[in-house]
T-cell receptor, first 114, second 113 residues
């Protein structure tokens, strides 16, 4: 069985602060993919990043960065110098490569105050 | 490319009725997944279709069913609606199952009274 845990239900920061969203996963599969999605107040989920289980390289994209550590089964997401537009619900997800079934965490609601 | 479209966007039904929701994936995408999103339960996987075959099913009662057509469009059906079925139903498509990110539609907001 797969499980994704996002322990932080809600986070509130002030603009320009850095914030890290935690994601811990469980799976028995050796090959899998991890994802982060953003759901802004408008409602539509938007893909942010994909990482396969064999690639533990950290990734940076602008103000966003991701830290994948297989040893701790974590795939954390950091926003540097947060902005009000970053306010959204962020979901971490795990997909079994062969079965194609995706498991989502419960999401973290990030509020960035001006 | 047009995104994932879902119809209708909003729906109000009464208990006991049935409902059919429709999803048109991104052109060229053959995998379609359905999710139920509620404030208390988050995003729950319903089922996934690929090439007209249901490959995966989540932990939902048999009242929830779906199908996929040869053009990859998908429908989901909920029979004998219950109040607890009120939710946002999201459809997502990807080229093939598993390795690819999913592209989500805007959802259908179902309210059961």
């Amino acid at each position: 069985a797969q499980k994704v845990t996002q322990a932080q239900t809600e986070i509130s920061v002030v603009e320009k602060e850095d914030v890290t969203l935690d994601c811990v996963y469980e799976t028995r599969d050796t090959t899998y993919y991890l994802f982060w999605y953003k759901q802004p107040p408008s409602g539509e989920l938007v893909f942010l990043i994909r990482r396969n289980s064999f690639d533990e390289q950290n990734e940076i994209s602008g103000r966003y960065s991701w830290n994948f550590q297989k040893s701790t089964s974590s795939f954390n997401f950091t926003i540097t110098a947060s902005q009000v537009v970053d306010s959204a619900v962020y979901f971490c997800a795990l997909t079994n490569t062969n079965a194609g079934k995706s498991t989502f965490g419960d999401g973290t609601t990030l509020t960035v105050k001006p | 490319k047009a995104g994932v479209t879902q119809t209708p966007r909003y729906l109000i039904k009464t208990r006991g009725q049935q409902v059919t929701l429709s999803c048109s994936p991104i052109s060229g995408h053959r995998s379609v997944s359905w999710y139920q999103q509620t404030p208390g339960q988050g995003l729950q996987f319903l089922f996934e279709y690929f090439s007209e075959t249901q490959r995966n099913k989540g932990n939902f009662p048999g009242r929830f069913s779906g199908r996929q057509f040869s053009n990859s469009r998908s429908e989901m059906n909920v029979s004998t609606l219950e109040l607890g079925d009120s939710a946002l139903y999201l459809c997502a498509s990807s080229p093939v199952p598993g390795a690819y990110e999913q592209y989500f539609g805007p959802g259908t907001r179902l309210t059961v009274t």
